[in-house]
């Protein structure tokens, strides 16, 4: 099979696993159900795909860049620094919404060496997006920053602080539910209220 035609149909498997994950859950989807949807034989995904564990981390990386694209364009051609983190915030809101029956939060607490790296790498991701905005809003003026990289770090550290210390009933074989997630948010932006006004020229 050609490399063209390979990647196609691993990207046709991806949108399928990803349609029946976002409508009911990950755990609760079977391979077969996959299968079917495709018309093709289980087999044919195995062929691409280990198991139901590695289909669902990709499935989970796809969205994944997809939502680092989209805070990467937030954070390019800044009007205002604080309106695009308050946006940065949206996106996860919106994120999070869209995708919670994908199991997120109990991927989140996989330690294996795998994901602890991709975590590491996300986290940076992350820094770095915070850092192009909080530079733009010391160009601009908005913002009185010395150290632009080391704010975005204490910024984001803090905001995955909530994100982690807010839930105070979730089990690790739970998602986060809409109340949960709104809870997290309101508080996000409650600190980022406070931040910025720390930081503000």
């Known amino acids: 099979m050609h490399t063209e035609a390979k990647d196609e149909m691993r990207d046709k498997i991806l949108e399928a696993a990803l349609k029946r994950f976002t409508h009911y859950g990950a755990s609760k989807t079977t391979m077969n ?3 079917d949807d495709l018309h093709c034989s289980k087999a044919s995904l195995y062929y691409y795909f280990p198991d139901k564990k ?17 805070m990467e364009k937030e954070a390019k051609d800044v009007k205002s620094a604080t309106t695009a983190l308050y946006n940065i915030i949206d996106l996860r809101k919106d994120f999070i919404s869209k995708f919670c029956r994908l199991e997120i939060f109990k991927i989140i607490q996989d330690n294996s060496k795998f994901f602890l790296e991709e975590k590491k790498k996300a986290k940076q991701r992350e820094f770095n997006i915070h850092t192009d905005i ?12 010395k150290d632009p990289v080391l704010t975005a770090e204490i910024l984001v550290q803090a905001l995955m602080g909530l994100r982690f210390s807010v839930p105070d009933h979730i089990r ?8 949960m997630m709104d ?12 931040f910025i006004k720390g930081i503000k020229a």
């Open 134 to 145: 909080i530079k733009a809003g010391i160009a601009s003026g908005e913002f009185n920053v």
């Open 54 to 70: 590695a289909m669902h981390t990709a499935v989970l990386m796809k969205i994944a860049e997809a939502y680092f694209q989209a």
């Open 172 to 179: 690790e074989d739970m998602d986060l539910d809409d109340e």
């Open 33 to 35: 159900e996959i299968a």
């Open 183 to 194: 809870n997290i948010i309101d508080k996000q932006k409650q600190l980022l209220e406070i």
